[in-house]
C-alpha cells in the first residue's frame, strides 16, 4: 500500500470507528429501562406473586426500578447466589438489558416469560429433586457454643439480641446471623470470629434433622482478606466425634467455600462447626450449613 | 514550527473559553464532594482573615492570626481556597442571622458574614474562580495548539478537553484538580516558549517567558502538590532533546564538562518560584521548614483508598499498574480516544521515520515530508501526558479509584488527538482528491471537515452534556457506557456527591423531622445544602444507622456491609428511592419501616 491509500484506509477506519460508536451510543440508551417499563414488570411479578417466592435482577446489578416492587421478597446484591435463592419456592427474575434474556441455572426449571416493554420477568423454580429440612442460621438459637480457654471449654450461655456472647456481649467475639460481603457479594451468614492463641470455637446442633446431605458453605470477610494480619483459620465441620471437613483458609483467601456432605441414612446427627487460628486479628470467618433431604 | 498565534486565533480561543464558561454555568446542578466540601469549609474560614486584613493589616500578617484562621487543611496549599474564600465572601448570598436564626448553625462558629454583592447563591460564589480557570484553560489550550502543532489540530484540542464527562464534572468544584491543570498546562507552556530553539538566539521574550515560568509554577505549586513533578519532568525534557551538546572531554590537567545553554526558566524555577510559593501560603510565613516537612511527609505517608477495578477492590498496594491508562481509555469520550490512538500513531511513526533518517538515506526521503516541526515539541508534548499517569500508574502510589489524580496529563492527550484529527482531515483530502475534481473544491473540503468535526466532537459533546450532574459516573460506549460500572465491577461514583440526586425525594417523600443518614456526604456539604436552599431545614443529618430513619446509600463495593445492615436491622428488602442513571445505581435510599427501637 502506497501512503495515500494508507492515509485514506486511515480515515475512512477512524470515520467508521466513530460511527460505531454513535450507534453503540444510541443502542445502550434505547435499552435503558424507563417508569413505564419497570411499572409493567413488576405489575406481571405482583400478579403471580406466591408466598415464598424471590425477586432477583438481571443483571443482579441492575435494581434501578426496585422501588416499585418494595414489600416483595428481593435480593439487590451484585451478584447472583442461585444456591440461596434455591431455598425459596420460585425465583422471579426482572430482566433488562444487557442480559434480558437470561438462561436459568442448571437443574432450574423455566415456567413462563412475560415481555415489560423493554424488561422481560421470567418465573423460573429451583430443582425439584431436593428440599430444605433444617438452616443451621435459622436454628443458631438452639445451638450450643463453647470457647476454649487455655486448657479449659468454657461454654457461651449468654444469648442477646440474636447473639451468643461468652460473658458480657462483645462488638466481634460473638456467634451471630449478619450479613458480610464475602467473595463478590453481600451474604447472609454466621459470623464465627477466630479466637487467639488456637483457641477453637465450637458452635454445636445436636439432634440435626435427616437428609441427604449436609451442605456447608465458608469463608472470610472482605475486610478480612484485605489485611494482612493473624493466621490461617483452620475450619472443621464434625458429625459427632467424626471430622467430616477440615479447611485452612489462608489470611488472603478470598471464597465462599462449598462443603457437600452425605449424611444419608445417618439418621439425626450432631454437626460441630469448630473455627481455630494461631493468631486472630481480623479473622473474620463466617459459614452456612443446611440439610438437604 | 511556532507561529504565533494571531489576533484572530486569540478571538477564536476566547470564544471556546466563553462557550465553555456558558456550559459550565448552565451545568450548576452538581452535588457537593467530599472534598469539595472540606474546601468550602477552608475557603469559609480563610475567608475570616480578609476581615482581619482591612481592619488591622499588621496583626493579620502575625502567626496567631495565621494560626488562627489557616489552621485547617493544611495539607493543600491555601490559593485556590483564599480565591474561593474571597469569591464567596464578594459575590454570595449569605443568610441573614436576624432573620433566620436558625442558619446560624450552618456557618462556621455560627457567623454568617453580610452579604456584599449577593450575585450568586453560595456555592457558586465559591465555585466560581474554578470555573474561571477551567475556562481559560480552553483558551490556553487551543492557543498552545495553534502556537506548535496547527489550527486544526488545536480546534480537536481545544473541543476534546471541553467535552469530557469527567474532567468537564470536576471542572465545577471549588476544588484543586482542574485548578492545577490549568496551572500546570500554562507553566510548560511558559516554559516551552521560554526555550529558544535548538541554534536560535535568546530574546528578552525567553526572558519574560521564563520569569513567567517561574511564577506560573509557584502558582501551580500553591495549588496543588503534583505540580512539584514539572520541574523533573522539564529538566527531563531539555537534557534528552540537548543530549548531543552535553560531552565530558579531557583537557589538560583535567576533566571539561561542556554542556548545553541552561534555560532560564531554571533559575526562575529556583529563585521565582519559591517566593510565589512562600509568599502565597500564609502557613509559611511563621514556619516554613516545620510546615513543609509536615506537607510533604503528609503526602508521602497518604493513607490507601479503596479503587474498585474490574470485579476488584484494592485496598493496598500493589495497585493496578494500567489503571490510569485504562480508565481514561474507558472514561474518556471514544471518539476523542480514537483520534488520540491515530494522533499516538502517527507521532510514533514521525519519530521512527526522522531517527531512521539519521542512519538511512533511504528514510531521508519520507522524513522530508513529514509535516515541519520544532524540535523536541512533541517529546515534550508526549511526557507531560504520560508523567502524570505514570506517577499514578505506581503500583506504591495511592489509586483513589477516580479520574482526577492525572487530570494535568489530558489537555496534552487532547493535543496528541488534534494530531488525530489532522491524520482524518489528511486522509479525507487524499480521498477527496482521488474521487475527482468534484469532489477536491475548495467548498467541499471546508465542508467535509466540518462534518468530520460534528462526527468527532458531536458524541463527545453529547456525552459531556448528559453527564453533567454525575460525570464521574460515565464510561464511553465502546466500554458498554454506564452499565460497564455494574457489568465489569468498576468505581460508581468519585465521591458522596450523589446524595444531590436524592433531594427531591428527601425534600418531598419524608416527613417532618426525619433522621437521614447522608452516608458518603459530609456534613459541610449538608450544610451548604442548607444553605443553598437545596435541602429542607428541618432534615437531621446523622451518620449513625442506630439512630437514622433514612439511608442515602452510595454505591460503592466498599461500604455494601453497610447498606447489609440498613436491610438487615430494618428488615426491607428494596430500597425506597434509587438514583440510577442510564440503569445503573448510585445511589439507594432506605427507609425505617417501623419506628426507631422498636423491633419489626
Known sequence: ?293 | MRVAPTRRDAVVGAALAVLHLAFLASTLDVGFSRDESFYFNAAEQYAGWYDLLLKEPGKALSKEAVDQFFAYNGEHPALPKMLYGASWRLFGRMHDPVAEPFSRAWYFQGNPPDTLLGWFSESTAMRLPALLLASFLVFAVYLFGVEFLGRRAALFAALGWMFQPHAFWHSHFACFDVPVTAMWFLSAWAFLKSVPPPGAPRTRSHVRWALATGVMLGLALNTKHNAFFFPPLAFLWWAWTRRREWSLRLEGAGLRLRIPPVPLAFFAMLLVTPAVYYLLWPKLWHDPVGHLKWYLSFHAKHEYYWVYYFGTLYTKPPFPLPFPFVMSAMTIPGTTVLLFAAGSLRLLREWVVRAASRFAASASGLASRLPVREPGMVLFVFLNFLIPFAVIAHPKVPHFGGTKHWLHGVPFACLMAGVGFEVLLDGLKALADRLGRAFSTKGVRVAGGALALLLFVAPAAYDTLTHTADGSSYYNAFAGGRAAMGELGMQREFWGNSSYSALGWVNEELPPNSRVHFHDTTWDAVRMYWRDGLLRRDVIPVWDLGSADELLFHWHKEFTDIEAEARDDWRVDLPAFVSAPDGVPLLDAWRRETPRGKTP
Not at chain 1, 456467634?175 to 460481603?181: F, G, L, M, Q, T
Not at chain 1, 453481600?186 to 479466637?195: P, Y
Request: net charge neutral; charged share 25%.
Open chain 1, 1 to 293: 500500500m502506497n501512503g495515500t491509500r494508507i492515509r485514506i484506509a486511515a480515515a475512512l477506519l477512524l470515520v467508521a470507528g466513530a460511527i460505531a460508536y454513535v450507534a453503540m451510543t444510541v443502542a445502550q440508551k434505547a435499552g435503558v429501562p424507563g417508569d413505564e417499563d419497570w411499572a409493567q414488570a413488576a405489575a406481571a411479578v405482583r400478579a403471580g406473586w406466591q408466598e415464598g417466592d424471590l425477586v432477583v435482577f438481571s443483571p443482579a446489578w441492575a435494581h434501578a426500578g426496585a422501588p416499585v416492587l418494595r414489600g416483595l421478597a428481593a435480593d439487590v446484591a451484585e451478584q447472583w447466589d442461585w444456591y440461596q435463592a434455591s431455598k425459596h419456592r420460585r425465583v422471579w427474575v426482572v430482566a433488562s438489558r444487557p442480559h434480558r434474556e437470561p438462561e436459568p441455572p442448571e437443574g432450574w426449571q423455566a415456567v413462563s416469560r412475560t415481555e415489560a416493554g423493554r424488561m422481560t420477568v421470567h418465573l423460573w423454580t429451583p430443582p425439584a429433586d431436593r428440599t430444605l429440612a433444617w438452616e443451621g442460621m435459622e436454628t443458631l438459637h438452639d445451638a450450643s457454643v463453647f470457647r476454649g480457654d487455655g486448657t479449659s471449654r468454657q461454654p457461651c450461655t449468654t444469648w442477646q439480641d440474636g447473639r451468643w456472647s461468652c460473658g458480657a456481649a462483645h462488638p466481634w467475639q460473638n456467634v451471630a446471623p449478619v450479613s458480610r460481603d464475602i467473595a463478590g457479594r453481600q451474604r447472609r451468614v454466621i459470623w464465627a470470629h477466630a479466637r487467639d492463641n488456637g483457641d477453637p470455637l465450637e458452635i454445636r446442633w445436636t439432634g440435626v434433622p435427616e437428609g441427604r446431605t449436609l451442605t456447608v458453605h465458608v469463608g472470610l470477610t472482605q475486610r478480612a482478606i484485605e489485611q494482612d494480619t493473624g493466621a490461617p483459620v483452620v475450619f472443621e465441620v464434625r458429625l459427632g466425634d467424626r471430622v467430616a471437613v477440615r479447611r485452612t483458609i489462608d489470611i488472603h483467601e478470598s471464597g465462599w467455600f462449598r462443603h457437600d456432605i452425605d449424611i444419608a441414612g445417618k439418621g439425626p446427627q450432631d454437626v460441630t462447626i469448630r473455627v481455630v487460628a494461631r493468631r486472630n486479628q481480623d479473622r473474620q470467618l463466617c459459614f452456612t450449613a443446611d440439610v438437604w433431604r
